[in-house]
Nanobody, 126 residues
């Protein structure tokens, strides 16, 4: 089992920045991908960014956040980060950290991830 705990959410004005952290514990050696998703009321959970924990270090971003958000990780600390710059009101959502232990699957399909954090609210005001 893997446990994920997010931190770093909050409220910020448009154009501001926030950094989310996701601390993983448990059988972390089995994690292949870590990702960030977000969700607003009445909508499906949306993939924001993902990163391989293996040597290739591949990263993926959805189009609305490319160039503004950066996913990174500190393997030694078992922690993933999401640096969010130039925030917009449409970025307002609950952000979730996710992890999975298999290589195959889609980076932005919530159903392909096995482990989830509790979520952290990000609110961007105009």
């Amino acid at each position: 089992q893997v446990q994920l705990v997010e931190s770093g959410g909050g409220s910020v004005q448009a154009g501001g920045s926030l950094r989310l952290s996701c601390a993983a514990s448990g059988f972390t050696d089995n994690i292949y991908y870590m990702a960030w998703f977000r969700q607003t009321p009445g909508k499906e959970r949306e993939g924001v960014a993902a990163m391989s924990r293996k040597s290739d270090g591949r990263t993926f971003y959805n189009d609305p956040v490319k160039g503004r958000f950066t996913i990174s990780q500190d393997i030694a600390k078992n922690t993933a980060y999401l640096q969010m710059n130039s925030l917009k009101p449409e970025d307002t959502a609950v952000y979730y950290c996710a992890a999975r232990s298999r290589y195959g699957g889609s980076w932005n399909a919530a159903s392909d991830f096995d482990y989830w954090g509790q979520g952290t609210q990000v609110t961007v005001s105009s």
